[in-house]
């Protein structure tokens, strides 16, 4: 068995244990730097067996994982994924892979070097839903693309953001495009071919003057291959999460998955009519019980078997830099009120601190 550890017990840890506890990995140790939520994890859990740590450098020493997943605030994210890579173990890195792009640069050059797998979890590109319309995409049944979008209309309110202070700070986090969106945002940019050319943005504060950070942001995208991405994300929509959903139209084809995390397949008509667009809907539908879905446990198994066959995951820290590089890129745009062209060379959550006051939490 491979023996792995969780590094952050926080809000999306439940998803990593239980991803791990599906595909059978000797869970050999968890650490947080707050006991109490460590504990009150292992007893839900049932990991008492499960060594503890409050310090991750002395966890990877004594135990030795071949896998660690990193859940822990967003800033922290580049250090952790770097010390582990160094001590030999292959990472599972939460989403934004980091806050800047020297250090999303910094864990792929480490990965390589070593020689270790780096995977960033961006669980979304396994939903049924997803990889249904990846393979139409693949197969060349939308024709030529003409432009897709993403819409992420959540609720967040001031509970949320006062269960983790770091939530909502440039240091540490970023605003709901880097926090909340940046799952759509990553599939809209695998979807509509990945290389971008131009963004141009609008981010605001509109309802949480307590944040450093925007809670809305709209975007422009200009592909490379000649397409458009229109971008809408937000936690200001009253009273609770409305939906997430991801638009590909195509000269043949369109193509909307919706429901709370781009779950179900909601528009389905091509012009090769290959399949019948309601037996797409009801097949390709899942109900989760929250926004994070049940793509952990699949992207495990895939990390689980890159790491046996000596391969590279399905999703890898290139992709993750891509969705980080993307938000950055509206972040600027929106900034500096002009249109931005990728690729990015320096860039960081950091440069935006003051655009929307201090915060107050």
């Not at 030795?64 to 580049?78: D, R, W, Y």
């Not at 693949?138 to 001031?158: D, T």
């Not at 504060?205 to 397409?227: C, R, T, W």
Request: with cysteine; proline share 4%.
């Amino acid at each position: 068995m491979m023996k792995y550890a969780l590094i952050g017990c926080g809000r999306i840890s439940p998803n990593h244990i239980e991803a791990a506890k599906n595909n059978k990995l000797d869970f050999v140790a968890m650490c947080d730097i707050l006991s109490e939520v460590m504990e009150k994890k292992s007893e839900k859990f049932g990991l008492e067996h499960v060594k503890k740590y409050t310090d991750y450098r002395e966890m990877l020493a004594i135990e030795k994982p071949e896998l660690v997943a990193i859940a822990t605030e967003s800033g922290k994210h580049a250090a952790i994924a770097i010390d582990c890579i160094a001590a030999g173990c292959n990472v599972i890195i939460e989403k934004p892979i980091a806050l800047s792009i020297a250090d999303a640069d910094a864990i792929i050059n480490a990965g390589h070097e070593a020689g270790v797998i780096v995977c960033a979890n961006h669980q979304n590109r396994f939903n049924k839903s997803i990889q249904y319309i990846r393979k139409a995409l693949e197969a060349g049944r939308f024709g030529r693309l003409s432009h897709g979008a993403a819409h992420i209309r959540w609720n967040r309110g001031r509970d949320y953001y006062e269960q983790a202070p770091w939530r909502g700070t440039w240091a540490q986090d970023g605003g709901c495009l880097m926090n909340q969106c940046i799952h759509n945002i990553d599939l809209l940019r695998w979807m509509m071919g990945d290389e971008v050319e131009e963004v141009m943005a609008y981010t605001d504060q509109l309802q949480h003057p307590y944040l450093e950070a925007e809670d809305i942001g709209m975007a422009i995208v200009k592909f490379k291959n000649g397409s458009y991405g229109l971008i809408e994300g937000t936690t200001n929509i009253y009273p609770k999460n409305l939906e997430e959903t991801l638009y590909i139209f195509g000269e043949k084809g369109t193509a909307k998955a919706a429901g709370t995390s781009d779950n179900i397949i909601e528009e389905w008509s091509f012009a090769d009519g290959l399949d019948d667009p309601e037996h797409v809907k009801a097949t390709y539908a899942e109900n989760p019980p929250n926004v994070y879905g049940f793509g952990h446990t699949p992207l495990y198994a895939d990390v689980i078997d890159a790491i046996r066959n000596h391969r590279d995951p399905y999703v890898t820290g290139e992709d993750g830099k891509k969705a980080l590089e993307l938000v950055l890129a509206i972040y600027k745009s929106a900034a500096e009120h002009r249109p931005v062209k990728l690729p990015l060379e320096f860039c960081s959550t950091l440069d935006f601190v003051g655009r929307f006051g201090e915060g107050v939490l």
